[in-house]
């Protein structure tokens, strides 16, 4: 958090780095977790962790003056592959070090990772950021106010970086020292290996990896002493009861790894040496043959991949919606996209032998396409329902109700689905244009088609002519206007709107917010940006005043954070299609042993 720069102390003649957080860019927790960093720094004092100098405020903003660590770090060093394990021991003793004297003062460090940790010229390892330290009740707990009381993190959220997260830590659990001693084997590893332990394509992927995936202990390099990969093991190990549980213990292991390997002497047997040189005159020889082989023998030719634009009119954009916009066909043939025209979506088609993409009929209001295997049929959701229409004609066909989209895969089916619009946590902002609704509600926008859509994202704004608009600057129904000379606004629980006029010691009253209501809210349909639309299945809107006939009431100042706590739903899903893929092994091999049964009783 924050930004560093290279400064130069003009009292003292150094160079520094100077780190720098905007208070109007963070809230007080954040901005409290920067200056315990400056504590955490200053109170460990060990030379494999940077030192601070100064914290403080000028002009509104608040800094740390730091040493200033020259050279690259890990993660630069990465770049080009693994490291000889002779750096590897060098390196990772330091990092230990420094997490040992940490840990001893009632802390983790939560970031621990390539690109936290400094190697200089001289070959001093150096450990930074501290901006997500927290304190734990460990040995040395004494020093766990350095970091304050008011500066937590809420339950079920993660901090740090995924991939070097232990399983505890990606599912928001409570953490330990034993974290830490996670990252430090993931890092480890990746220096002796040249790749993160736990790398995949996405954050969800690379979740999953972190909580299930086995390591690969086979990447690690056969002159890696034995010590190293021992004590890789007994860090990554996933149960925390299993795992190393001091970091001061990793330390001595591998500095003892440095002295057993130069007592180890490697015999040089002069037959050893012939054989060798025999077998690399019979692989040349080998290697030979086959090139002469593969020069002979005609190459295929590859296939050219088909590379094509679909061009679309301005009076039909492709859509920017919560699913996928786009799909292409299984045998590659065609593309389907959602595109808006005239304020609604709709689905359209595109050949490889055809220029113009060609509307599909019945297919209003559409979002989510997928194809059927035979890429005959396109499936999508519209007006609630979940529907399909055969590609070379005829009229949709309804298959199920379904509220809201959802992305359909092998094996499964949808069941009770519904967009839960249930109140989230309020955050304070202390905005004066910042509005929460308390209850149910949403408030009503004016689109530029002339429609009207809905949504409970309560971040505005004032546009050029004082009209109070939404972040995307869409216009709030009914609409308010604030008087060009109002120093103050003020809005109250049950929508009044109230401007202070300058000069003026009474406020004045310029309008009146209302809200409407659904009877089934999880039908109304996505248009993206947090807005949504009504269908047959929401219902028509009733409009009210914030506080009667069951609506909820403002809040002003604050806004609604998320209902659905992210990782808990993402470690559901993964461990819910791990469940799956294991079941179906299962299932699988139980096919083929009752096959193999048949075959012996016939």
């Known amino acids: 958090m924050g930004v560093v720069y290279r ?63 020259p050279g690259e770090t890990l993660a630069d060093r990465l770049m080009t592959g693994p490291l000889p394990w002779s750096d590897v021991v060098r390196i990772a003793s330091q990092v230990a070090a420094a997490l040992e004297s940490v840990h001893d003062k009632g802390l983790i460090h939560r970031d621990l990772k390539p690109a936290n940790i400094k190697l200089t010229p001289d070959g001093v390892v150096k450990v930074l950021d501290f901006g ?31 991939a070097y997260m232990s399983p505890e830590q990606a599912r928001g659990q409570e953490i330990d020292r034993r974290t830490d001693i996670w990252a430090f084997g993931c890092v480890v590893y990746e220096m002796v290996v040249g790749r993160p332990a736990f790398a ?27 010590v ?30 440095t002295t057993n390997a130069e007592s180890v002497a490697v015999p040089q047997d002069r037959k050893w040496r ?42 039909t954009p492709l859509a920017g919606l919560d699913f996928p916009s786009a799909i292409i066909s299984p045998d590659g043939r065609r593309v389907v996209f959602v595109a808006s025209r005239g304020g609604r979506t709709e689905l359209f088609q595109r050949s490889l032998n055809s ?66 619009f249930a109140n989230g946590n309020l955050r304070a902002t202390n905005a004066p244009l910042d509005l929460a609704i308390e209850g149910r509600g949403f408030f ?48 109250s629980k049950t929508g009044i709107v109230s401007a202070q006029i300058a000069g003026q010691t009474a406020t004045q009253e310029v309008g009146t917010l209302e809200l409407a209501s659904f009877q089934n809210p999880a039908g109304l349909r996505a248009l993206g940006s947090n807005l949504f639309a009504t269908t047959t299945a929401s219902g028509e809107p009733t409009t009210g005043v914030p506080g009667e006939e069951g609506i909820g009431t403002l809040a002003q100042g604050f806004l609604e954070d998320s209902n659905v706590s992210v990782v808990e739903e993402m470690v559901n899903m993964i461990l819910a299609q791990r469940a799956y893929e294991a079941n179906s092994k299962v299932v699988r091999a139980s096919d083929e042993m009752l096959t193999q049964v048949n075959n012996l009783v016939r």
């Open 7 to 69: 400064a130069h102390d003009s009292r003292l003649q150094r160079d520094v780095a100077l780190k720098l957080v905007h208070p109007h860019l963070v809230d007080e927790n954040r901005l409290e977790r920067f200056r315990g960093e400056a504590r955490v720094l200053a109170a460990l004092g060990h030379p494999n962790v940077a030192s601070v100098y100064e914290l403080g405020d000028a002009d509104g903003m608040t800094f740390i003056v730091m040493e200033l660590v």
């Open 355 to 420: 220029i113009d993409p060609l509307p599909i009929p019945g297919t209003t209001n559409a979002v989510g396409p997928f194809f059927s295997p035979d890429a005959q049929w396109v499936a999508f959701f519209a007006d609630g329902q979940l529907k399909k229409v055969n590609l070379a004609g005829g009229p949709p066909v309804t298959l199920c109700e379904a509220p809201v989209g959802l992305e359909i895969g092998l094996g499964t089916r949808p069941a009770a689905t519904a967009r839960d």
């Open 274 to 315: 012939q054989v060798l040189t025999a077998m690399g005159v019979l692989a040349t020889g080998f290697g030979l043959g086959a090139l002469a082989i593969s020069m002979t023998r005609p190459a295929s030719d590859p296939v050219p991949p088909a590379r094509f634009v679909v061009s679309l009119p301005s009076t």
């Open 228 to 257: 190293v990969a021992r004590v890789l093991r007994r860090c990554l190990q996933r149960d925390p009861k299993q795992r190393l549980r001091d970091i001061a213990d990793a330390r001595l292991e591998l500095e003892d790894a």
């Open 444 to 491: 009503q926008v004016s689109m530029p088609n002339g429609e009207t859509a809905y949504t409970r994202a309560g971040s505005m704004h004032l546009s050029a002519e004082g009209a109070l608009v939404t972040a995307d600057g869409f216009a709030i129904e009914p609409q308010i206007t604030i008087p060009e000379n109002a120093v103050s606004v003020t809005i």
């Open 200 to 226: 995949a394509a996405t954050t969800a992927d690379t979740i999953a990896a972190v909580m299930e995936r086995p390591v690969n202990w086979a990447a690690i390099p056969p002159d890696v002493p034995p």
């Open 132 to 162: 997500l330290a927290k304190a734990t009740g460990g040995i040395g707990g004494s020093h766990s106010d350095l970091l304050t009381a008011s500066v937590k993190t809420r339950e079920g959220v993660i901090a740090g970086t995924v």
